[in-house]
């Protein structure tokens, strides 16, 4: 995985092969931060990714000045990627080892963005959670987004605060605001 722009662009990081992720394609990724960064000013952002994985999008961020990131992902071989990678690179990124779900019902802190990337094949009703539990328990700050990426077979059209999506490929991000 490459990081593509900002303090460390161009650099590369390696995940161990036994991780269970998919990361973001470049392409996507670069896609989705060319629409976040003609909405958003980096540094003053405050972001959760879910389903952290790789720590991919929360590198990107971080390399692109965001200095308050949050990475959640139940997979203890994965948080201690990302705990490495972050210090290697000195990057502002704290990581939770836990379930997201649980986290936000119970989680109190509000983001400017919420980007969760669970796992392609997931129930259609734990997608369907992912915005009801970040509107019910009113996460996102005024202005925020909650960004769903999820197989084009997928459709989250329907669901309670849904603005729009846009396709990659096998890959699509579903905008959630409020």
């Not at 690179?89 to 919420?114: A, C, H, S, Y």
Request: overall charge neutral.
């Amino acid at each position: 995985m490459r990081i593509i722009s900002g303090k460390h662009k161009g650099r590369n990081l390696q995940a161990p092969k036994k991780l269970p992720v998919r990361p973001t394609k470049d392409m996507a990724k670069e896609s989705l931060f060319n629409i976040l960064n003609n909405s958003y000013y980096f540094p003053d952002l405050k972001v959760l990714d879910l389903f952290a994985g790789t720590g991919n999008i929360s590198y990107e961020f971080s390399s692109r000045g965001v200095n308050n990131v949050l990475a959640i992902d139940a997979h203890s071989g994965c948080i201690e990627f990302i705990d490495k990678t972050v210090s290697l690179l000195d990057m502002n990124i704290r990581t939770l080892k836990g379930d997201v779900f649980t986290f936000l019902q119970r989680n109190k802190e509000q983001f400017d963005i919420i980007f969760a990337d669970p796992f392609y094949d997931m129930e259609l009703s734990d997608f369907e959670k992912l915005p009801q539990l970040v509107f019910e328990n009113e996460l996102l700050l005024e202005g925020g987004v909650l960004i769903i990426e999820h197989s084009n077979r997928t459709s989250l059209a329907d669901l309670p605060h849904y603005k729009n999506s846009r396709k990659y490929g096998g890959s699509v991000f579903s905008f959630f605001e409020r």
